[in-house]
């Protein structure tokens, strides 16, 4: 389940899991709540696609909207009436909007195992995405997590939020973090090796690909900007940054922008482009000299391991389930920065623009990692075996 196929981190990670399971044990179907997403085509021709009636479920809004739960209680029981006819053996109800449907008390007698994953810190995630009824939204979740077969959290940032904020059992978590596809990533990008530590140009090139959301972050990175005229050696290369991603706050971050530049368009010559929805981003990261990730909560981020397989540097706060990107603090992966922070990220930026060659020991480090704990084929096994149960 998942809730559409546009380009986030949680969609990739469903596309990944149609396209890896094994065939031989499973046959693939998928349940989304829209049906829209540039990640459509990257679907297997043999998956199996459902989607509800999302006319019906507009139309109805305008009339129940104001009565709690009266659509999710029918997309419930049209999805449970999907999963007798289709017959399905277990369910992979990925972010809590799916487990809202799959784990409904209208259908508690479904005789179906269910497989849940928490993608981020529900304490953080929860206030921020749902703005009505929260705390009954909370207390259903709590519930249809504890009915789950098997709940999975892809960082241990989450699955410790999760024991906090849904009073879950430690042990009923399992942690799988997020695998990366490194040959295919590097494809789509047309990746290029080139030698660590040889990107030094003026300005440097930083991409930050993300929703524009209040979490993601992207308020404070321009926050960060507009610091730099005071605070930037001038014997360090300016930055351009490319914004990439759309969003309900663009306008308000264009806005922002626009308030620190000074007639010639740049910040004391540093620069920012809004350059919208580009899917897939994985050239422009390739082609990057680091990426930005500003983020002021992560379960674990995908774009950030798209970033170490393609040996791009990268600038990232240390929310949530992020600083679990790094094994050893003798070996850092990333340069980084206190989220919700705009003077830590000023350093961070620094750090990054004056040390080239130390932004290519942290590149080898990070392929390191996903070599080494995001690998596709022990995932898509450790997963495999949970659904089979």
């Not at 440097?204 to 690909?209: E, P, R």
């Not at 994985?282 to 909560?297: G, K, M, Y």
């Amino acid at each position: 389940m998942a809730t559409s196929m546009r380009g986030g981190g949680s969609e990739r990670q469903v596309v990944l899991l149609a396209q890896h399971l094994p065939r031989q044990d499973f046959d693939v179907h998928l349940y989304l709540t829209h049906r829209t997403g540039e990640l459509l085509a990257e679907l297997p021709a043999d998956v199996t696609l459902h989607c509800p009636g999302q006319a019906k479920t507009s139309s109805l809004g305008a009339v129940l909207g104001r009565i709690p739960g009266t659509i999710l209680r029918r997309l419930a029981i049209e999805f449970a009436e999907l999963v007798r006819r289709e017959r399905i053996d277990v369910v992979y109800d990925r972010a809590f909007h799916n487990t809202l449907i799959a784990g409904h008390p209208a259908i508690q007698g479904l005789a179906v195992r269910r497989v849940s994953t928490i993608v981020s810190p529900p304490h953080a995630a929860l206030p921020m995405v749902e703005k009505r009824f929260i705390q009954a939204k909370r207390r259903m979740l709590a519930a249809a997590y504890r009915r789950s077969a098997e709940v999975i959290a892809v960082s241990q940032a989450a699955a410790d939020s999760a024991v906090q904020y849904y009073q879950l059992p430690a042990d009923r978590i399992t942690v799988v973090r997020n695998p990366i596809d490194v040959e295919s990533v590097r494809a789509s990008a047309g990746w290029q090796a080139r030698p660590a530590g040889e990107r030094q140009r003026d300005p440097l090139q930083l991409v930050c690909v993300g929703r524009m959301t209040p979490e993601k972050g992207q308020a404070d990175l321009i926050a960060a900007l507009a610091r730099l005229p005071a605070e930037w050696p001038q014997r360090l290369p300016r930055l351009a940054v490319k914004l990439i991603g759309d969003g309900p706050d663009r306008a308000a971050l264009e806005q922002q922008w626009a308030a620190v530049i000074g007639s010639d368009g740049t910040c004391g010559g540093h620069s920012l482009e809004f350059a919208g929805m580009i899917t897939p981003a994985l050239r422009e990261i390739s082609q990057a000299d680091a990426l930005v990730l500003p983020s002021r909560f992560e379960g674990l981020p995908n774009v950030v391991l798209e970033a170490f397989a393609l040996r791009v540097p990268v600038i990232a706060t240390m929310s949530g389930g992020t600083p679990e990107l790094q094994v050893d603090p003798q070996n850092p992966t990333c340069v980084w920065a206190n989220p919700a922070d705009p003077a830590s990220l000023v350093d961070a930026l620094q750090r990054c623009a004056d040390n080239p060659h130390e932004m290519g020991g942290q590149v080898q480090a990070a392929e390191e990692v996903i070599r080494s704990r995001h690998g596709m084929a022990q995932t898509i096994a450790k997963i495999s075996e949970m659904l089979m149960g």
